[in-house]
């Protein structure tokens, strides 16, 4: 396990994690949630062999040494704070989900498609499409960060609201929990 090797990383993040879990509000009507997700690039993620095991395990380049990572501080913060969620991407390189894994009970994944073609529905874009439902059975709180609009001008217009408005029919019909457009 790369923890064992890298403990430092785990545990400071662990650490870390559980202080804002710790100092979050205990009212019944706040849902406070922790987020740890990967930064916004490419690179592949560790390459130690214990993370590729990860991956290989999970099927998928990424989201096996990902989720590995954040059930194990899901877990912590769920035995002192089953109050507060801890959420993370499905979001470029992770947006495949992992086979054999199953996501701790105060995980949410925010499922964030950015490669959509807005020319077509999510249900006519079978990487996608299988990319949704391959996470709906990892984790039942599924949020969307959805892309609606073209990022090459951001001022002009962008005929994507047909799309979207039967995107988010899809979305409700498949059972996610929330949805949120980039403006």
């Given at each position: 396990?790369v923890y064992?090797?890298?403990?430092?990383?785990?545990?400071?993040?662990?650490e870390?994690a559980?202080?804002w879990?710790?100092?979050?509000p205990?009212?019944?009507d706040i849902r406070?949630?922790v987020?740890?997700s990967q930064?916004?690039?490419?690179s592949?993620?560790?390459?130690?062999?214990?993370?590729a095991?990860?991956?290989?395990?999970?099927?998928?380049a990424?989201?096996?040494q990902?989720?590995?990572f954040v059930?194990k501080i899901?877990?912590?913060?769920?035995?002192?704070?089953?109050?507060?969620?801890?959420?993370?991407?499905?979001?470029?390189?992770?947006?495949?989900p992992p086979?054999?894994?199953?996501a701790?009970p105060n995980?949410?994944?925010?499922f964030?498609?950015?490669g959509?073609?807005l020319?077509?529905?999510?249900d006519e874009?079978p990487?996608?499409?299988?990319?949704?439902?391959g996470?709906?059975r990892?984790c039942?709180?599924?949020?969307?960060l959805?892309?609606?609009?073209g990022f090459?001008d951001?001022l002009a217009p962008?005929?994507?609201?047909?799309?979207t408005?039967?995107?988010?029919?899809?979305?409700?019909?498949?059972g996610?929990?929330g949805?949120?457009p980039?403006q």
């Open positions: 396990d064992k090797r890298q403990p430092e990383t785990l545990r400071v993040s662990t870390k559980l202080d879990a710790r100092s979050a205990k009212d019944p406070s949630i987020h740890l930064n916004d690039t490419g592949p993620g560790c390459q130690c062999t214990d993370c095991a990860a991956d290989a395990e999970a099927g998928t990424f989201t096996g990902l989720m590995r059930n899901a877990r912590e913060i769920g035995r002192e704070r089953p109050d507060v969620y801890v959420e993370t991407l499905a979001y470029h390189r992770s947006e495949y086979a054999n894994m199953v701790e995980v949410v994944v925010w964030a498609p950015i959509l073609d020319g077509h529905p999510l874009q990487k996608h499409w299988n990319n949704l439902q996470w709906r990892v039942p709180r599924i949020f969307i959805d892309y609606p609009q090459h951001l962008f005929p994507s609201l047909w799309t408005a039967r995107n988010i029919q899809l979305f409700a019909e498949n996610t929990n949805y949120m980039q």
